[in-house]
């Protein structure tokens, strides 16, 4: 059964502190990872990643893929109350067509 | 330039009551998928299409049914209402499947 599961389920830190949220998966026929980032309604794209050890990065966030350890990280740094919200995790199949499998998510707070 | 629309919103319906929530793109994609959001379940997928006349099952498809007669929309249909059905709706397109989904903002269903 393919299975994405993120850890911790949810956090709450200070503004300024930095936090690394995490992606496991397994799954069959990984094509790719992606995360989203989801505030009260709809998921907002984040990053897509493809290849093992290439980090991706905007602005303070970034996230890196370890296909042959089968995870994947979010790391925010000088994190802002804006930051708030659930970031999920999901992982693409090649030969499910358009079909993602998500994790639970983690809830993220950060406090003034 | 619209991108995901669902309607309704908000849903209230009683045991086994039918209806069919809506989901219009305007950017010419290919891959659409439904799917729901329960609390500590992540997202699951419901069924998917990838393209005009074409939709598949995904991982919790029962009780649901759905089309696609063109490229632009792609309903979902409850057949029977159940309380179980309770949850967050969100319908999803993309240009190939994998990368950048873009979310429509919800359907919140509440079956009593």
């Known amino acids: 059964e393919d299975k994405v599961v993120q850890s911790p389920l949810s956090l709450v830190v200070h503004e300024g502190d930095t936090v690394t949220l995490n992606c496991s998966y397994e799954?069959?026929?990984?094509?790719?990872l992606l995360w989203y980032k989801q505030e009260k309604k709809a998921p907002t794209f984040l990053f897509m990643l493809t290849s093992s050890g290439i980090e991706k990065k905007s602005g303070r966030l970034s996230s890196i893929l370890d296909k042959k350890e089968l995870f994947s990280i979010l790391n925010i740094t000088a994190t802002q109350t804006g930051d708030s919200a659930v970031y999920l995790c999901?992982?693409?199949?090649?030969?499910?067509?358009?079909?993602?499998?998500f994790g639970e998510g983690t809830q993220l707070t950060v406090n003034p | 330039n619209a991108g995901v629309t669902q309607t309704p919103k908000f849903q209230v319906l009683k045991t086994g009551q039918s209806m069919t929530l809506q989901c219009a793109q305007d950017m010419n994609h290919e891959y659409m998928s439904w799917y729901r959001q329960d609390p500590g379940m992540g997202l699951r997928l419901i069924h998917y299409s990838v393209g005009a006349g074409i939709t598949d099952q995904g991982e919790v498809p029962n009780g649901y049914n759905v089309s696609r007669s063109t490229t632009e929309d792609f309903p979902l249909r409850l057949l029977s209402a159940a309380p179980s059905q309770t949850s967050v709706y969100f319908c999803?397109?993309?240009?190939?499947?994998?990368?950048?989904?873009?979310f429509g903002s919800g359907t919140r269903l509440t079956v009593v």
């Open positions: 999901a992982v693409g199949q090649e030969t499910s067509g358009s079909r993602l499998t």
């Open positions: 999803a397109s993309s240009w190939t499947g994998f990368y950048g989904y873009t």
């Open positions: 799954v069959t026929n990984f094509r790719s």
